[in-house]
């Protein structure tokens, strides 16, 4: 068994993932699913070949000191990998995360065009949030890259690890990797203030240094995009504001409500018809009512603003979800579990427009 050879297949098989370890066969996940390949089963030994016949003596040295190891490879006419190593009950294994070439318009992605709308916004924060595997990343790369067909500017991006490789179209494009290009996300966004952004994607808003930077950042002239594991807007909003000590909150609800453009929560959901996921998203932007409520602190009526505010390109996940359930794209039982109120999925459009009473 060849390392390159299994990353050759990950590519083939479209899978976002390559997991190897001691005791299974090589590991894909494939639409979101962990699918194990009927290749031989790797042993220990097996495993540690795998990774060290790939690894640099740099690498060696690193993996041997930290007991963990994150490189890129580039492999021509193949792909883009990062590559983590780690040990588990004293037996290496290997965590592949396949990096894309292809970046999928967001009409491909099924999101309405207020988030096209979005990206010719000149400054504010733009926030995609979600759990773990609900495509953020996937829809980031995509504004960036309608940014990047559009525009004439120079876009700058920070990530953990780079999973799509865009080139220079209309703008001019920088991409750089945490631990490889920079130490953290927030150290970057410092420094990339200094190198004349238009726009700033950050991979991820992490710690108060990182949510710091972004907002001074979309305070000053940039239209910054990042993503946040919050799963709505009122929880994204409450996320940011907790992460500052308690005096400087007010402050913070005051910055936000002036550079806060837009939130973007969204699930992966699975097809009926099988083939991929489905994505479903609420979108919030920051109208004058919005940023009224987040200034005053009274985030329990931001779901209400989003209900009511269609007509400014908002629409709740309920409403999105019985969309896709009334076109037969997703079961019933999909859209159930996910929706905050289930019995109005059935009807046309909800008797109360989702408003809470």
């Known amino acids: 068994m060849v390392f390159s050879d299994l990353l050759r297949e990950a ?27 009927d290749r031989q089963q790797l042993s220990a030994s097996g495993t540690e070949e795998l990774v060290m016949a790939d690894l640099t003596p740099a690498r060696r040295e690193t993996l041997e000191q930290e007991l963990q190891l994150c490189y890129s490879l580039t492999m021509p006419e193949v792909g883009y990998f990062r590559i983590t190593v780690y040990y588990e009950q004293g037996t290496l294994g290997v965590s592949v995360r396949v990096g894309m070439t292809v ?40 504004m960036v890259d309608m940014i990047n067909r559009e525009r004439r500017c120079k876009i700058i991006m920070v ?45 991820e808003m992490r710690d108060l240094e990182t949510i710091s930077a972004a907002l001074t950042a979309a305070e000053t002239g940039h239209l ?14 409450d996320r940011i504001v907790d992460v500052f000590p308690a005096d400087q909150q007010p402050q913070i609800r005051a910055q936000l409500a002036n550079a806060l453009e837009a939130v973007i929560s969204q699930k992966l959901l699975p097809r009926v018809d099988c083939e991929g996921r489905i994505m479903a998203s609420e979108i919030m932007t920051a109208t004058p009512a919005v940023r009224n409520i987040i200034r005053e602190n009274k985030i329990q009526t931001l779901y209400n603003s989003i209900a009511t505010g269609q007509s400014f ?30 019995a109005e999925l059935r009807s046309p459009g909800s008797s109360n427009g989702g408003v809470l009473k």
């Open 11 to 37: 590519v083939d098989r479209g899978a976002s993932d390559l997991h190897l370890m001691a005791g299974m066969p090589p590991v894909f996940r494939i639409n979101g699913e962990i699918i194990v390949s």
């Open 103 to 142: 970046i999928r318009s967001l009409e491909e992605l099924g999101l309405p065009s207020t988030i096209a709308e979005l990206t010719r916004r000149p400054a504010g924060l733009i926030l995609v949030t979600g759990p773990t595997g609900s495509g953020k990343t996937t829809t980031l790369n995509s």
């Open 159 to 203: 990530e953990d690890p780079i999973e799509y490789i865009h080139s220079n179209k209309q703008s001019i494009v920088v991409q750089q990797e945490l631990y490889t290009d920079t130490h953290s996300f927030g150290r970057a966004l410092i420094h990339i203030l200094r190198q004349d952004p238009d726009v700033i994607a950050v991979g």
């Open 313 to 342: 390109g908002m629409q709740t996940m309920d409403a999105c979800l019985r969309r896709l359930y009334q076109q037969g794209i997703i079961t019933y039982d999909t859209a159930a579990t996910r929706a905050r109120f289930p």
């Open 224 to 237: 910054v995009i990042s993503t946040l594991h919050t799963p709505d807007a009122p929880q994204t909003v």
